[in-house]
């Protein structure tokens, strides 16, 4: 009977240890953020991924990588104590088209699995169409002829 007791305080022990330490939550619903359709020449394709420690030990975020150079992420340099938030900044070049990115955090997270958690950003890059002068003009028809 002793033996059981011993046993089941080693597991209960294992799994309240398993529990603790960093845990990274983002604000952003699925991890996404949506440019939505953006002109080209007035959007600076800047944007901002929150997150929150919500763990019981310092969050340190080991790396930040984008699956193209297009995209440049940032990532914080200081750890993010329990309770307090960070933010990981993400540049798209703004090439007109789809946008449709993927950035990888690596972290000391314990609630996703190996630390890694995958962001991704979507929307579409338009350009304003320029209206030529000259174009226009020869569309004019002349009341001379």
Do not use: H, W
């Amino acid at each position: 009977m002793k033996k059981l007791y011993v046993l089941f305080a080693f597991v209960s022990f294992a799994f309240s240890a398993a529990a603790q330490g960093a845990k990274i939550e983002f604000m952003a619903k699925d991890n996404t953020v949506d440019y939505g359709s953006v002109y080209r020449d007035s959007d600076s394709g800047m944007r901002t991924f929150e997150f929150k420690n919500t763990g019981d030990a310092p969050l340190i975020i080991t790396n930040v990588q984008s699956t193209c150079g297009c995209t440049v992420p940032s990532k914080p340099t200081e750890p993010i104590m329990p309770g307090k938030t960070g933010k990981i900044d993400v540049k798209y070049n703004m090439s007109p088209g789809p946008i449709r990115k993927t950035i990888t955090v690596e972290s000391n997270a314990v609630n996703v699995e190996g630390g890694r958690v995958a962001l991704k950003i979507k929307g579409e890059v338009i350009v304003k169409e320029s209206v030529n002068i000259l174009e226009k003009k020869k569309g004019i028809i002349s009341s001379d002829n």
